[in-house]
Every structure is written in C-alpha cells, then in structure tokens.
C-alpha cells in the first residue's frame, strides 16, 4: 500500500525556499525511498531518530535533510533543510 505524503505548511515554507534544481532532486527521493516504504532503515538515506517523537526518522538526499514521520498510511514532513544549517539549529 503506497503512503500519503503529507507536506506541514511549515514544510512547504522549507521545500519552497530550495533551488529550484533541489526542489526537483528531493521530490524525486520523496517518491523513490518515502512513498511505499518509509521505514525502511538505510545506512546512507534513512535514520531513525531516536529520543525523539517527533520527527521520527531523517532521509538524507545530497546536502539537504528531510525530516519526517509516519502513521496510518501517511508520511508527514515536518522539514527539509541544508546539511550546515540544520547543524547550526542543533547546536
């Protein structure tokens, strides 16, 4: 059964503000990796996170991240951003 995507506003701020060409680039691994099997553990693309409710897991596409979880059918972002300034978040 393939998975809804769920994109929060606050998400679609995120995915919005990318260049057009990563724009692209992550829609693509959205449908590739998320949309029938969005649990699916990966050393290199998907991380489940842990500590956390959420964002439960993190698809990792070039130097953007994607953070994300999923319930009942949906998978429902909650972020995208660059690798350095999610790193400066954090921090």
């Given at each position: 059964?393939p998975?809804?995507?769920?994109?929060?506003?606050?998400?679609?701020?995120?995915?919005?503000?990318?260049?057009?060409?990563?724009?692209?680039?992550?829609?693509?691994?959205?449908?590739?990796?998320?949309?029938?099997?969005?649990?699916?553990?990966?050393?290199?693309?998907?991380?489940?996170?842990?500590?956390?409710?959420?964002?439960?897991?993190?698809?990792?596409?070039?130097?953007?991240r994607?953070?994300y979880?999923?319930?009942?059918?949906?998978?429902?972002?909650?972020?995208?951003?660059?690798?350095?300034?999610?790193?400066?978040?954090?921090?």
């Amino acid at each position: 059964m393939p998975y809804t995507i769920v994109i929060a506003p606050e998400a679609a701020e995120d995915f919005r503000a990318l260049k057009a060409n990563l724009r692209s680039t992550v829609q693509e691994a959205l449908e590739t990796h998320l949309r029938h099997a969005p649990a699916k553990v990966s050393k290199s693309r998907i991380k489940r996170l842990r500590g956390l409710s959420r964002p439960q897991y993190r698809l990792r596409i070039d130097e953007i991240r994607v953070f994300y979880g999923r319930d009942r059918g949906n998978c429902s972002f909650i972020g995208f951003g660059n690798k350095a300034k999610i790193k400066v978040a954090v921090l």
